[in-house]
């Protein structure tokens, strides 16, 4: 037989297509052409190909070798496709069986001595190959990563001579065992560390209860970074499904790390990180920070010293929930649903408001200075709250608040409750859905009536002082967002305008 046919799995953002490697053997001067639009790393594979053939005692063809990776379109990168060349070459030369082919697909990179090695994206890979029915040959050190995907069979092999013993049925692969790790809320820095700033830690607390995104503004030292660290160990554990989507980003990336199997990841990239290191791309388009934080937080410290270009990048998917990167010949969807946390000081000096420290900033140096973050970027931030200088006698005497372990409990209470009612969390609600659900009762309406006339609300914050409004009664247990709750969720956006 001189032609065999391979099935493979390329990586376009989250998906992950089926390519279908098509070897050939014909007579001619030995030649080893490979078509179907590889980039120069799957070109590289014929000389991996090659010398791990050789080392593993088969014989490599002296013919004319074409491999197709089919469909001819869709671009292909990496050393994920040397396993399914290597086999399609066995195959078509007779020296392997291809009897088992239907029901199998490889993904995995070959050493010169035909060991096999990992490769990223081999989560998405698995759930794909999985969802088309067919088990899915790795390396033994992406088995385990694989194996998350519950529904799809996991053949480990640890070299090419394994690979062809199974397929000749010599000795066959022993699955990967399917066992995910247990669902646990994250082990983190604890909220009953944080002494004082009673306005800040219910913030906090509000923000986890319905997925808003929060703004601490304050001097340095005031502990801004010390409340944001605790935001993921109050948030719930996630679902398996939320696990998977978010392990499968980290796994594009290569940072796949089983001990952190289902915590919230929390992101804090630093100020002069660029758009598309926010947000993702490249040539080849690969997740930025936002869609590493999925399912998690986003912590953006010293917001006003990032490039307002690229805060400005983040209005959209704080919006939507996922980030589309288009470059010329690639476009690639990424999701994208983190809790944005950031924290500024109030001035560039810092100590604007300070009780003891001069502030030595001008005024115009202070207006240029908020004026990096623009009206609509801060329209999309629910929750702004000032954290202030406190005394040495306040810090001494402050008792220590509910832990991380209460607060939790409360917030998986109020979620609960979102969920049932809705569907998802407050911050998710479409304008249908605040409509519907949001609406205060008569004194409320009266409140935010007089709050929208005077404070000049746009109609994005009118929607979001409602969805505050609503997590505040969900937290307190009542139908309907009352005059409390409004004039709370209020204060919150007037922080926002007034600073």
Same mark, same amino acid.
């Given at each position: ?8 799995? @390329? ?15 014909? /007579? ?39 491999? /197709?990776l @089919?469909p ?31 029901g ?8 010169? /001595? ?29 088995a ?53 700033? %009673?306005?800040?830690?219910?913030a ?28 993921p ?8 499904a ?33 758009? @598309? ?20 937080v986003?912590?953006?410290?010293? %917001? ?40 500024? /000081? ?32 801060l ?17 001494a ?24 009612r809705?569907?998802v969390?407050?911050?998710? %609600? ?70």
């Open positions: 037989m001189s032609l065999a046919l391979v099935r493979s799995r @390329a990586l376009d953002g989250l998906d992950a297509p089926e390519v279908t490697v098509e070897v050939h053997l014909a /007579n001619g001067l030995p030649a080893f052409s490979l078509v179907g639009l590889p980039d120069t790393e799957v070109r590289e594979a014929r000389d991996r190909v090659r010398a791990a053939l050789q080392t593993s005692q088969f014989e490599f063809p002296q013919r004319r070798i074409t491999v /197709n @089919a001819a379109d869709l671009p292909k990168e990496g050393g994920r496709f040397d396993l399914a060349i290597a086999v399609g070459i066995l195959v078509a030369s007779g020296q392997v069986s291809g009897k088992l082919l239907d199998l697909e490889f993904c995995g990179e070959l050493s010169l /001595n035909g060991e096999l090695r990992a490769v990223r994206g081999v989560l998405a890979v698995a759930l794909a190959a999985g969802r088309g029915g067919r088990a899915l040959v790795v390396a033994p050190a992406n385990a990563e694989a194996a998350l995907a519950r529904e799809t069979t996991v053949l480990p092999a640890g070299s090419l001579c394994a690979v062809a013993a199974h397929l000749n049925g010599h000795t066959a692969l022993a699955p990967q065992p399917c066992s995910s790790p247990s669902l646990q809320p994250a082990r983190g820095p604890d909220l009953a560390d944080v002494r004082g700033q %009673l306005q800040a830690r219910r906090l607390e509000v923000a986890a209860a319905g997925a808003h995104a929060l703004l601490l503004f304050g001097p340095p030292g005031t502990g801004k970074s010390m409340l944001a660290q605790r935001l160990g109050l948030l719930p554990p996630m679902s398996e939320e696990a998977l989507e978010t392990a499968a980003v980290s796994s594009l990336e290569g940072r796949f790390d089983a001990a952190r199997w289902a915590q919230r990841p929390m992101r804090a990239p630093h100020h002069s990180a660029s758009a @598309a290191a926010l947000v993702g791309g490249g040539a080849t388009p690969c997740p930025g920070e936002i869609s590493l934080a999925h399912n998690g986003l912590y953006l410290d010293e %917001l006003p010293e990032f490039d307002r270009r690229v805060l400005e990048s983040l209005r959209e998917p704080l919006e939507s929930g996922c980030i589309s990167v288009s470059r010329a010949r690639r476009r690639a969807e990424f999701p994208a649903r983190f809790q944005l946390v950031a924290a500024m /000081n109030p001035c560039p000096c810092g100590f604007l408001g300070h009780p003891r420290k001069a502030c030595r900033c001008t005024p115009e140096q202070i207006a240029r200075y908020r004026g990096r973050l623009s009206g609509p970027l329209d999309r931030i629910d929750l702004v709250v000032e954290v202030p200088v406190l005394e040495h006698e306040e810090l005497s402050a008792a220590p608040g509910p832990s991380s372990m209460e607060v939790r409990a409360r917030v998986e209470q109020a979620r609960a409750v979102q969920i049932e809705q569907g969390v407050n911050a998710r %609600l479409d304008s249908r859905g605040v409509e519907r659900f949001c609406m205060p009762d008569q004194d409320g309406a009266a409140l935010l009536k007089q709050a929208m006339s005077r404070l000049d609300f746009s109609a994005r914050a009118y929607h979001r002082v409602l969805r505050v409004a609503r997590t505040l009664a969900d937290m307190a247990g009542v139908a309907q967002p009352g005059a409390a709750q409004m004039a709370e969720a209020i204060q919150y956006r007037r922080s926002l305008d007034g600073r």
